[in-house]
């Protein structure tokens, strides 16, 4: 990856190519948010594989208090604006935005609020009780990525949260076909032996909830 820091309120990922550089666009860019008190520097890693891949990517930088749902939709347009303007802008095509555990609820937020946004990536997202609307006929197009041993994703499954978040996003892409749905469609993705801090490079996580035994690497 191509790590630029173009503000002390984000670090940005350039994709390796020659082409993208100041003054040209790029068809997606990926905003991401992190999670409750981890630092941006945390997600360096995935982020840079992500831009490897050919994405833009974008880790906002949460400092001091490092909660993503502080943020306002006025802050993340301010970032889109600050990243492409100026003859050394980079103009982006389309935006996608994701987050991991409360940075996933911050981005889904912004989804809701921003009718340009359509799609949306969440990392460790099980359960939000605090989502007062529904994204069931939203023309969105969603990714969920969870973890078998993540604890917050096990205790969702056992009490049943992890269904009911499930009917406030867009139906699953098998069951997209056969409903009235005219909006996007929600891919589920579970990685086997992970857990909930090994989306990034941190410490275990001990809080609000202990989190379970990862068996496989970070990198892995």
């Known amino acids: 990856g191509r790590a630029q820091r173009r503000d002390a309120g984000f670090d940005l990922f350039l994709p390796p190519s020659d082409s993208v550089k100041s003054g040209t666009t790029v068809r997606l860019g990926f905003m991401f948010f992190p999670g409750a008190l ?3 520097t945390a997600y360096s890693y995935i982020a840079a594989a992500l831009s490897d891949a050919g994405f833009l990517v974008v880790v906002v930088n949460l400092d001091p208090l490092r909660l993503a749902t502080m943020m306002t939709k006025k802050d993340v347009l301010a970032i889109m604006a600050d990243i492409s303007a100026g003859e050394k802008g980079i103009a982006v095509s ?4 994701g987050g991991h555990s409360l940075g996933a609820t911050a ?3 912004f989804i809701h609020e921003l009718n340009s946004l359509t799609r949306l990536v969440l990392w460790g997202f099980c359960q939000d009780k605090e ?3 529904s994204l069931r006929e939203a023309k969105v197009d ?5 973890a078998s041993n993540d604890a917050f ?3 969702a499954k056992e009490n049943g949260l992890f269904d009911e978040m499930k009917l406030s996003l867009p139906p699953e892409e ?3 076909k056969t409903s009235s749905n005219n909006g996007g469609i929600t891919v589920f993705k579970l990685i086997e032996g992970g ?6 490079h941190y410490g275990p996580q001990m809080f609000p909830l202990k989190d379970g035994e990862r068996t496989m690497t970070l990198d892995e």
């Open 38 to 40: 981890v630092e941006n």
């Open 94 to 97: 389309e935006w996608a935005v």
């Open 107 to 109: 981005a889904a937020n």
């Open 131 to 133: 989502m007062t609307y």
């Open 142 to 146: 969603v990714l969920v990525i969870n």
């Open 153 to 155: 994703y096990c205790r």
């Open 174 to 176: 098998e069951n997209a």
């Open 195 to 200: 857990n909930h801090s090994g989306f990034a």
